[in-house]
């Protein structure tokens, strides 16, 4: 079973940046694709960005052109770089890794880590 350890959540104004990151046991990790959702109180769970095996990518619509995400197979971990946050970003953001890069396919979440962005 894989464990997904996210990290880099954490208080900041509008307009800063975060980074957050999402260490992956196991030995697969660069076959598949891995992901950020999030979740605001409230609302429905959402995805944010997708990054497949071979590196072609997928954001919502809300966060393109102000967040990355990003992979480095050799560490096994994915990145969300996140620029110009807005207080609507505030979310639990939640690392997951699929097979095809959507929801349906999605085999492991993990425990997800607090962003919040003040105005």
């Known amino acids: 079973q894989v464990q997904l350890v996210e990290s880099g959540g954490g208080l900041v104004q509008a307009g800063g940046s975060l980074r957050l990151s999402c260490a992956a046991s196991?030995?697969?990790?660069?076959?598949?694709?891995m992901g950020w959702y999030r979740q605001a109180p409230g609302k429905q769970r959402e995805l944010v960005a997708t990054?497949?095996?071979?590196?072609?990518?997928n954001y919502a619509d809300s966060v393109r052109g102000r967040f990355t995400i990003s992979r480095d197979n050799a560490k096994n971990t994915v990145y969300l770089q996140m620029n110009s946050l807005k207080p609507e970003d505030t979310a639990v953001y939640y690392c997951?890794?699929?097979?095809?890069?959507?929801?349906?396919?999605?085999?492991?979440w993990g425990q997800g880590t607090q962003v919040t962005v003040s105005s």
């Open positions: 990054i497949t095996s071979g590196d072609s990518t």
């Open positions: 997951t890794r699929s097979r095809y890069g959507n929801e349906r396919s999605i085999d492991s």
């Open positions: 196991g030995n697969i990790f660069s076959s598949r694709a």
